[in-house]
């Protein structure tokens, strides 16, 4: 398995504009998680799925954000619009549920909003 | 009160010394444990599992305190490539589930020097 791929690796784009992450998790992982990465803030969990159902998503900032997992083998993170403060990176992670299994990273999505 | 919490660090030890990492953890429920490495500009990775009896992989010693809500981790013999940032996770089933929310610490920035 190619583990967990997401797309794109760098986005740089204007306030304003509108941004859409890429995720594919693990064929057989059921649980997908984004988080957001800050120097200030550490890894903050933005939303996760279970069985491509949204489970909790207390953490997306605001109405501007959105997350979708049309199917088990994809999953969006939308911002719309962006805006300086957006700038991170975003991370996607999926896990086999159950409990002492290991979550598998992507590399990241590095997000500047200029 | 966040509900991972850890030791900020950073922490800049010689080669060969010993170093602990603490971590608290606000909610009784939660269930399983671990400490993840992040190397810079990368995703960050699973280091070990944390076990009610504690356990050993190698230099590396993890221990976990129900009763107090508190993980530890303890590196001996630290080497030059155990740099990184050292993250506390905690899983939380949601009740009468079998997938859980992993929540990140802020992590544990170390450097160890020659």
């Known amino acids: 398995d190619a583990g967990v791929i997401q797309s794109p690796r760098h986005e740089v784009t204007e306030m304003g504009q509108e941004v859409t992450l890429r995720c594919k998790p693990i064929?057989?992982?059921?649980?997908l998680f984004w988080y957001r990465q800050t120097m200030m803030r550490g890894l903050e969990l933005l939303i996760y799925f279970n069985n491509n159902v949204p489970i909790d998503d207390s953490g997306m900032p605001e109405d501007r954000f959105s997350a979708k997992m049309p199917n088990a083998s994809f999953s969006t993170l939308k911002i719309q619009p962006s805006e300086p403060r957006d700038s991170a990176v975003y991370f996607c992670a999926s896990i086999r549920s159950g409990g002492y299994t290991e979550a598998f990273f992507g590399q990241g999505t590095r997000l500047t909003v200029v | 009160r966040k509900e991972v919490e850890q030791d900020p660090g950073p922490f800049n030890v010689p080669e060969g010394a010993t170093v602990a990492f603490n971590c608290t953890y606000s909610n009784s429920a939660s269930q399983s444990f671990f400490w993840y490495r992040q190397d810079c500009r990368k995703e960050p990775k699973l280091l070990m599992s944390?076990?009610?009896s504690g356990n050993e992989d190698g230099r590396f010693t993890a221990q976990l305190n129900r009763a107090s809500q508190y993980i530890s981790l303890l590196i001996r013999d630290s080497k030059l490539s155990d740099s990184a940032t050292y993250l506390c996770?905690?899983?939380?089933?949601?009740?009468?589930?079998?997938?859980?929310?992993?929540?990140f610490g802020q992590g544990t920035i170390l450097t160890v020097h020659p």
């Open positions: 064929s057989g992982h059921n649980s």
């Open positions: 944390v076990y009610s």
């Open positions: 996770v905690v899983n939380t089933n949601a009740g009468g589930t079998s997938y859980g929310k992993l929540t």
